[in-house]
């Protein structure tokens, strides 16, 4: 937890429902501990020139994470899973 800002917000983008939203540290680290299964499939990437991370299931890229960092800790953390979003995405040189 020590890389969150007390006050983060995660923003999950998807496309067949309404946005979920994750709000403060201790939210946030749960939310984080529940998608641990994931971190295997998860590569590191740019994401719009800032830090993100790419996930795959096989070979086919599934969802796109932005952080949004100041002053050493993450404030916000966008989740883009609308797999058709995620499929026009230009992510060459991240592999699976």
Known sequence: MAVLDPDVVIRSHRRDGDP???HGAA???RG???ARRFAPYVRPALVNGSAGVVAF???RPFAVLAFTIVSDR?????V???PELVAKLDIRGITA
């Open 20 to 22: 979920l939203t994750l």
């Open 27 to 29: 939210q946030v680290a």
């Open 57 to 59: 299931d096989g070979d």
């Open 32 to 34: 984080a501990m529940q």
């Open 80 to 82: 883009f899973n609308d």
């Open 74 to 78: 993450a404030v916000a953390i966008d």
